[in-house]
């Protein structure tokens, strides 16, 4: 896990309360539809919206996934003697409200756990695939950009999409997105990453789409150089060469075919 995920993934969740109740009026909002009857029309209110709904559903189970696992992986255990005699350690039990909010706000208390969990990068990505689906059922822009801590006093900075500036909500100094986007980029260069990971981690920072499957690519073509694998033998790719070869290769436009018109 890299600082770039782990910034991505704590913007994602510290939306996550403003969103829960969003999504809540979303849910009670009685959606009414209708066709004239003569001069008055009938309407038919729906009790809530099942697509809000269910999205709040599925972002309840990710949440809650892997606190569950976090917790089973990390979590304190204690001593104790069964009737046999035996010593074993038991899991403390996890004291928390079963909430959005609650669950969201206990991931970000424990950073380091997602950070060097084997799994993290599938915490991240489907942390926020589920939060950004809850953002287009509710109608709200897109996520912030992380830009990365504030230089004055270390704060993490997120940015509006298409703003110009983004001011820090601790000491209140402003600063250019664009500074600070390349900033992280440049101290991101020396470190090491697995194409997904890096995957991850740069498109909203180049603001470029950027796959693993075209890290890969390059790698076979020669414009990237494998390096040592990580500990479970993934190959790994230097940042900085892979921001290069982003910037140097054009993104591929969509060619739209036209339809055939009718005679």
Do not use: F
């Not at 001069?39 to 729906?46: D, F, T």
């Not at 489907?126 to 504030?150: F, K, M, N, Q, S």
């Not at 991850?200 to 990237?224: C, D, Q």
């Amino acid at each position: 896990m890299c600082g770039l995920c782990l910034g991505r993934l704590d913007g994602d969740l510290a939306d996550v309360a403003d969103l829960a109740e969003e999504l809540d009026t979303t849910i009670a909002r009685q959606t009414r539809t209708g066709m004239p009857v003569g001069s008055r029309n009938a309407e038919v209110g729906l009790p809530y919206n099942d697509g809000a709904a269910e999205v709040g559903r599925d972002l309840r189970s990710v949440l809650s996934t892997w606190v569950r696992e976090l917790w089973e992986t990390h979590g304190p255990r204690r001593v104790v003697i069964t009737a046999a005699n035996v010593r074993t350690t038991e899991l403390d039990p996890l004291d928390l409200d079963d909430t959005l909010a609650e669950m969201a706000a206990w991931l970000r208390r424990h950073p380091s756990w997602i950070e060097y969990h084997p799994a993290g990068g599938e915490l991240v990505d489907e942390i926020a695939d589920a939060v950004e689906r809850v953002r287009r059922a509710v109608d709200l822009p897109p996520a912030r950009t992380y830009c990365g801590p504030c230089p004055d006093c270390g704060t993490d900075l997120y940015a509006r999409p298409d703003r110009e500036l983004v001011r820090c909500r601790e000491c209140e100094a402003r600063h250019e997105v664009e500074a600070r986007r390349a900033a992280l980029l440049d101290a991101a260069r020396g470190h090491l990453g697995t194409a997904a990971e890096i995957a991850r981690a740069l498109p909203r920072l180049l603001g470029r789409e950027l796959s693993a499957n075209s890290l890969r690519t390059w790698a076979r073509t020669g414009k990237l150089t494998r390096r040592p694998p990580d500990a479970q033998g993934r190959t790994r790719y230097l940042v900085g060469e892979v921001i290069d070869v982003a910037l140097a290769t054009p993104t591929r436009s969509r060619v739209t075919r036209a339809e055939p018109s009718c005679a």
